[in-house]
């Protein structure tokens, strides 16, 4: 069987120390062990804390080679029509983390998300993608599997008071990211915290002609921002739609943002 090369992501949130102190050592470092996990279970990965209207991450992805399958194909929420070949959690302990493996046939596209609990009300994840033999050629990918486009979203979001903010936001105005990007912010039951989205080297990210890449080039990482109702913020999927087409990305201080890298495989 022939492995396709993969690509990979990695996302790492640390928190400062707002939450109430228990006099018990080792109630607090129980409650800290168990404070973040994947707890929105209606979506493929989703994290939050065990903390009423917080910070919240999600993943969402789609193959991106012609806008029609953009529109149809992007995923986010648990959805029985979507012709997953399976999706599910390898192994997990809530105190540590663990591995889940999503089979999205649809989209041509093998995912595995990697989550780990670190001491200090921290976290971390790796998205790591791998094309499918059995992926069906499309406009742009006509050659085969190695000329399949991925586009994913982190999508963090504030449920309730607090601020979050891109570091270096004026760097990457105009064209984007070029490396790791970082986010800041604050919310009264977290406390400061810091969300850092890093891709190792060897990652491979579509090169194109066409005059719009000048402006939004696929090697950056895009970064939008913006204010919603809290009502609003499971829209997510439809937001991410949104935030494709507009040009160029905002860095406004926001409850939501979205974070957006291409790969593709050489």
Request: hydrophobic content about 35%; proline content about 5%.
């Amino acid at each position: 069987m022939m492995v396709w090369k993969q690509w990979s992501v990695g996302l790492l949130l640390a928190a400062g120390s707002a939450l109430a102190q228990d006099t018990s050592v080792f109630t607090k470092s129980s409650n800290e062990s168990l404070l973040w996990g994947p707890y929105k279970s209606n979506l493929y990965f989703g994290v939050r804390p065990r903390i009423p209207k917080s910070l919240t991450a999600s993943l969402l992805w789609t193959r991106v080679e012609d806008f029609q399958k953009v529109q149809n194909n992007i995923r986010h929420t648990c959805e029985q029509h979507e012709g997953m070949d399976g999706y599910g959690w390898d192994a997990y302990d809530p105190r540590t983390g663990g591995v889940q493996t999503i089979h999205d046939k649809g989209n041509g596209i093998d995912l595995e998300t990697s989550f780990v609990t670190i001491e200090g009300n921290a976290w971390a994840a790796r998205i790591k993608g791998t094309p499918r033999e059995d992926a069906e050629p499309s406009s742009g990918s006509e050659g085969g599997v190695h000329q399949l486009k991925t586009a994913i979203w982190f999508n963090l979001g504030l449920e309730g008071l607090g601020s979050l903010e891109v570091k270096d936001a004026d760097d990457a105005e105009e064209l984007g990211f070029e490396g790791n990007v970082v986010l800041e912010g604050q919310t009264n039951d977290l406390g400061e915290f810091t969300v850092k989205i890093t891709e190792p080297d060897s990652n491979s990210h579509p090169a194109h002609k066409h005059p719009a890449y000048t402006a939004k080039p696929l090697d950056r990482t895009l970064v939008h921002s913006l204010q919603v109702p809290e009502e609003a913020l499971w829209q997510a999927k439809r937001m991410s739609l949104s935030s494709m087409k507009l040009l160029p990305a905002s860095h406004a201080d926001s409850d939501q943002a979205f974070l957006q890298p291409f790969f593709s495989v050489p």
